[in-house]
Nanobody, 126 residues
Framework: QVQLVESGGGLVQAGDSLRLSCAAS????????MGWFRQAAGKEREFVAA????????SYADSVKGRFTISRDNAKNTVYLQMNILKPEDTAVYYC???????????????????WGQGTLVTVSS
């Protein structure tokens, strides 16, 4: 398995940008489809974005499409989530997730995740 460590969370104002990073260690990073999920207080964990092993396909939740961008650098064993035009409803703990498959990003689901990071808190004030 890989081990995942997120960073980059913090407190920002509505309209600001933030970039999350997730560093992987352990097994071959490029063997994994990677994703970001988030969980707001009192709510279930939900899908945000995913990227396939090569970076050639990406998938986004409707709520973040056009504002968030997922990318990966296999040479650095890192996946990123660039978040622009942040809204108060984006406030949540963001989790990096790894799924051991070469399948397209669009198929990533919470139930397929093999490894989770510890989470990083993003707070967007209005």
């Amino acid at each position: 398995q890989v081990q995942l460590v997120e960073s980059g969370g913090g407190l920002v104002q509505a309209g600001d940008s933030l970039r999350l990073s997730c560093a992987a260690s352990g097994r071959t990073f490029s063997n994994y489809r990677m994703g970001w999920f988030r969980q707001a207080a009192g709510k279930e964990r939900e899908f945000v974005a995913a990227i396939n092993w090569s970076g050639g396909s990406t998938s986004y939740a409707d709520s973040v499409k056009g504002r968030f961008t997922i990318s990966r650098d296999n040479a650095k064993n890192t996946v990123y989530l660039q978040m622009n035009i942040l809204k108060p409803e984006d406030t949540a703990v963001y989790y990096c997730a790894a799924d051991p498959t070469i399948a397209p990003a669009s198929g990533m689901r919470l139930r397929y995740v093999e490894v989770w990071g510890q989470g990083t808190l993003v707070t967007v004030s209005s």
